[in-house]
């Protein structure tokens, strides 16, 4: 069963910076990509930042501010803000799933969620 859970969500002021982390167990974490979605009030939840095989994607929106890592020796992706914006504010969302070689990546199984609250 796959498990995936979430932290580091919280409260920053604007130009602040954030990291969250997911550790994933139940999967042979090395052989997946990961990803990280957010959903805000009232919005679609949205594809932030994915990660395979040295193969990164963003959302045009988080270029230059967010990072996605990942290391496989603890099972675990991270997703490094800064230069936080209010608008990033969203419950976030760790993902496991598959990624083509352009970039393209298709979400499976989805971890609880973490807040990050922007304030202006």
């Known amino acids: 069963q796959v498990s995936l859970v979430e932290s580091g969500g919280g409260l920053v002021q604007a130009g602040g910076s954030r990291r969250l982390s997911c550790v994933a167990s139940?999967?042979?974490?090395?052989?997946?990509?990961m990803g990280w979605y957010r959903q805000a009030p009232g919005k679609q939840r949205e594809l932030v930042a994915a990660i395979s095989n040295g193969i990164t994607t963003y959302l045009a929106s988080v270029k230059g501010r967010f990072t996605i890592s990942r290391d496989n020796a603890k099972n675990t992706v991270y997703l490094q803000m800064n230069n936080l914006k209010p608008e990033d504010t969203a419950v976030y969302y760790c993902n496991v799933g598959a990624m083509t070689s352009s970039g393209t990546y298709f979400p499976a199984d989805w971890g609880q969620g973490t807040q990050v609250t922007v304030s202006a």
């Open positions: 139940g999967i042979i974490f090395r052989n997946n990509a």
